[in-house]
Nanobody, 123 residues
Framework: QVQLVESGGGLVQAGGSLRLSCAAS????????MGWFRQAPGKEREFVAA????????DYADSVKGRFGISRDNAKNTVSLQMNRLKPADVAVYYC????????????????WGQGTRVTVSS
């Protein structure tokens, strides 16, 4: 079992930055691949970024590539999402997820999910 708690969401002006964090419980965090997903109002949940268990392999949605960065600290059981040059289109609830089926874009591959943290971007 892994419990995930996101933090760091809030209101920011367009062009600004936020850093989301996800704290994981349990002693097996380093064996999980981690992902960030988001769900905008009225839309389906979508992939944002993923990182493999060691932190060596990362993947990003085209819409955030070059603006967002995912990282992890296995010693602290945390995964972070640095979001730069935020746009109104980035408004969503952001979720972190953990799974052992690869650092994949597919939400179904992740077994554990946090409750989400809301990001609002004002234009």
């Amino acid at each position: 079992q892994v419990q995930l708690v996101e933090s760091g969401g809030g209101l920011v002006q367009a062009g600004g930055s936020l850093r989301l964090s996800c704290a994981a419980s349990g002693r097996t965090f380093s064996s999980y691949h981690m992902g960030w997903f988001r769900q905008a109002p009225g839309k389906e949940r979508e992939f944002v970024a993923a990182i493999n268990w060691s932190g060596v392999v990362t993947d990003y949605a085209d819409s955030v590539k070059g603006r967002f960065g995912i990282s992890r600290d296995n010693a602290k059981n945390t995964v972070s999402l640095q979001m730069n040059r935020l746009k109104p289109a980035d408004v969503a609830v952001y979720y972190c997820a953990a799974g052992r089926n690869g650092a994949t874009v597919a939400a179904a591959a992740y077994d554990y999910w946090g409750q989400g943290t809301r990001v609002t971007v004002s234009s």
